[in-house]
């Protein structure tokens, strides 16, 4: 079997860099041939991150597999799958406000992309009512940025902004699930990022009367672990990285309180910085980085950024929240006060609490993940001979 890692659909590659290396992980290990590509392949695997908002990527997909029909398509899916009654998307853990923004917007891409199927009645109709709410809200906003010295203005704007923020990235991720929606049909399997991926999914498949042969959560293995490397030259602190919600700043102004209300003020030392592949790794970076979900409502763990941490970042990676739905919460301290900066501060200063730590956490997730891959790249092997 020879993988095809096909990378083109990505105008940039910094979002995928962390399941391009699990992936290469997972199969040079196993001595199967893998190359990361811009070019489809029929004599291989070929192996897509989904991401397909450009009408040009949909159809060269398309026009491979109806040209190739016998070579395997596998799709990594890497967002969660969002039911919003009349309309699916990726990531919407917003009840009201996102949702009926999507209804609105749908039937507009839709219209606009002459690539797309059109939009049926009922999500025109549905958008003409949402409409209503929407061309109001807009309308405010404008008077807002008009008199922007009026008594609570900034406050407002800084309200309208956010909103603004979110029904952008809600649109974009409205644009690449109707892409999905054009390529799925033509998968012959899924690997999913995370097993929250998969009710979704699977609900999906259902409402299109589809069946897939292939769907298995691919787990990051921890083959780059180096025991002598991990904490070596790190200084006491916090660091937290990925997007930077108001959420997040809250979770870490929050255990910094509680560190500096017990005078451990080595742990008031903290490094913020959004998502950057260029951050360097000889930067005075903290020993420990922090992990809250995004919002209070967010529903998944980060595997990936959990990965980051411990193998790239070489820090011990801390949760807020504990949510059961992937091994690799495993090697995280979970928040829990107090006690638990005393054992943090254990770990990075006495060797026998961070082999400890390793040991008990490390070792056992990394035996845990070659076992669940090396099962389903058997099925892989069987698929592609079929």
């Avoid at 407002?156 to 699930?177: C, G, I, N, P, W």
């Avoid at 509680?258 to 903290?286: C, Q």
């Avoid at 501060?345 to 070792?363: T, V």
Wanted: aromatic content about 12%; some cysteine.
């Amino acid at each position: 079997m020879r993988i095809n890692l096909y990378v083109q659909n990505h105008i940039s590659q910094i979002g995928i860099e962390d399941f391009y290396e699990i992936l290469k992980d997972i199969f040079i290990s196993r001595g199967i041939e893998f190359e990361k590509t811009d070019r489809l392949d029929p004599d291989a695997t070929n192996i897509v991150i989904e991401e397909f908002s450009s009408s040009y990527e949909i159809h060269y997909l398309q026009d491979f597999k109806r040209s190739h029909p016998k070579s395997k398509l596998i799709i990594v899916l890497t967002e969660f799958f969002s039911d919003q009654k009349l309309s699916y998307s990726f990531n919407v853990f917003s009840r009201l406000l996102v949702p009926s923004y999507l209804l609105c917007c749908r039937p507009l891409i839709l219209f606009k992309r002459k690539d797309l199927p059109a939009a049926r009645v009922h999500e025109y109709a549905c958008a003409s009512l949402l409409a209503l709410i929407w061309i109001p809200l807009i309308f405010v906003g404008k008077l807002i940025s008009l008199f922007g010295r009026l008594p609570l203005a900034s406050v407002l704007k800084r309200l309208v902004d956010e909103m603004q923020h979110k029904l952008s990235v809600a649109a974009y991720m409205q644009t690449r699930f109707i892409g999905f929606e054009q390529i799925f049909s033509f998968a012959d399997g899924f690997l999913l990022a995370h097993e929250g991926i998969r009710p979704g999914l699977e609900k999906f498949l259902c409402t299109r009367k589809t069946k897939i042969q292939f769907s298995e959560l691919f787990l990051p293995e921890m083959l780059k672990f180096d025991e002598d490397k991990f904490l070596l030259n790190k200084k006491v602190g916090f660091e937290i990285t990925g997007t930077i919600t108001r959420y997040r700043k809250q979770q870490l102004n929050k255990v910094t309180k509680m560190a500096r209300d017990h005078s451990l003020l080595e742990l008031t030392r903290h490094f913020v910085k959004s998502f950057n592949s260029k951050i360097g790794k000889n930067e005075n970076r903290p020993a420990f980085s922090l992990h809250p979900p995004q919002t209070s409502r967010w529903s998944f763990s980060s595997p990936t950024r959990i990965y980051r941490a411990a193998i790239k970042d070489r820090n011990v990676p801390v949760v807020t929240k504990i949510f059961s739905d992937h091994p690799i919460e495993n090697i995280c301290i979970e928040y829990d006060g107090l006690e638990t900066l005393h054992q943090l501060l254990s770990i990075h200063r006495e060797k026998q609490s961070r082999d400890q730590y390793i040991a008990s956490k490390i070792l056992p997730y990394q035996q845990k993940a070659q076992l669940e891959n090396s099962k389903w790249i058997e099925k892989l092997e069987m698929l592609v001979k079929l």
